[in-house]
């Protein structure tokens, strides 16, 4: 394997163990632009459809949908969430 492709390797393989860290981030971040004191997620698995809420105390205030996405690395981010 020549250098240049075990470096794109590398990198592809630490991107894909922080997605997490990084979807978490990108989240806490939207939920501080919109006001939202808290996120809820939804997975079924069943259908691959996904949702994260966003709310103000009971106010919806943005749902995000994912649809045909494993719930892996949404339940990986919604670890994160509840770790910090």
């Not at 259908?47 to 709310?55: C, D, G, L, T, V």
């Not at 103000?56 to 981010?77: F, I, P, R, S, W």
């Amino acid at each position: 394997m020549s250098v240049g492709r075990a470096i794109v390797k590398r990198i592809i393989r630490e991107f894909t163990e922080n997605l997490p860290e990084l979807l978490a981030d990108t989240l806490a971040s939207i939920a501080e632009q919109i006001g939202a004191n808290k996120i809820a997620f939804k997975f079924d698995e069943e259908n691959a459809e996904h949702s994260i809420k966003f709310y103000n105390d009971d106010e919806l205030l943005l749902t995000l949908e994912v649809k045909g996405a494993d719930a892996k690395l949404l339940k990986k981010v919604k670890k994160v969430f509840l770790e910090e």
